[in-house]
């Protein structure tokens, strides 16, 4: 069997992400949103085909999943005629360029802060814990959540390129997308170090793997 303990759940989970969301974004004529199921559904299908050999933990495939949810639901609810994404979830600041906090914003937060987690499960198999230097590793995964943000920002790019009338926004969206990735992993390796006292893993190199 392909699934490891408490995966069945998680999968029947995405499962029925694409199969509610899929169709929703074809009737809408929601091609933004197809492309953006689209990814999902290759990186859903890339995890499931690799679930034997990498190291993700539920704890990270679940909070896959909850970004999977929140970025859809961003896309599709709407409030008072408003899109979820372009709500003010606390209006602390609103200006022509500062508008702190939106929902896109904690989305983009909560969304690479599980990336960075899933990087770091990625990495753990080539760690060796008893010589490890945390601060390099730290800064590390930071930038790595943030790489991964920078291709999010590629996908919206293309989206804008190649589909009419995306809800993307222009540069001072796209600066605090990239501002708050940063957030995002920032605490994604503060959980990371705070959890490094569990870290037991042997080292295993990537030839032996």
Same mark, same amino acid.
């Given at each position: 069997m392909f699934l490891k303990?408490?995966?069945?759940?998680?999968l029947i989970a995405n499962i029925l992400l694409i199969l509610i969301f899929l169709p929703l974004a074809i009737k809408k004529e929601n091609y933004e949103f197809v492309m953006y199921i689209g990814v999902i559904i290759i990186f859903f299908a890339?995890?499931?085909a690799t679930n034997k050999r990498n190291n993700l933990g539920n704890?990270?495939?679940?909070?896959?999943?909850g970004w999977a949810l929140?970025?859809?639901?961003?896309g599709f609810v709407y409030i008072n005629g408003a899109r979820l994404y372009e709500i003010m979830v606390l209006n602390i600041i609103k200006t022509e360029s500062?508008?702190?906090?939106?929902?896109d914003q904690l989305v983009h937060m909560y969304g690479f802060g599980v990336a960075t987690l899933i990087g770091y499960d990625v990495l753990k198999p080539y760690l060796n814990f008893n010589k490890i230097n945390w601060k390099v590793l730290s800064a590390l995964l930071v930038?790595? @959540? *943030?790489g991964l943000g920078a291709l999010n920002e590629v996908i919206e790019f293309l989206a804008v390129?190649?589909?009419?009338q995306t809800g993307v926004g222009g540069f001072y969206n796209t600066a605090w997308d990239l501002t708050f990735n940063m957030v995002g992993a920032i605490i994604a390796v503060i959980i990371v170090?705070?959890?490094?006292?569990?870290?037991?893993?042997?080292?295993?190199?990537?030839? @032996? *793997?």
């Open positions: 303990r408490g995966q069945l759940q998680i890339l995890i499931v704890f990270v495939l679940w909070g896959l999943t929140i970025h859809m639901c961003g500062i508008y702190l906090f939106r929902y930038l790595i @959540g *943030m390129v190649t589909v009419p170090n705070l959890r490094k006292s569990k870290c037991q893993e042997p080292y295993t190199k990537a030839s @032996g *793997m």
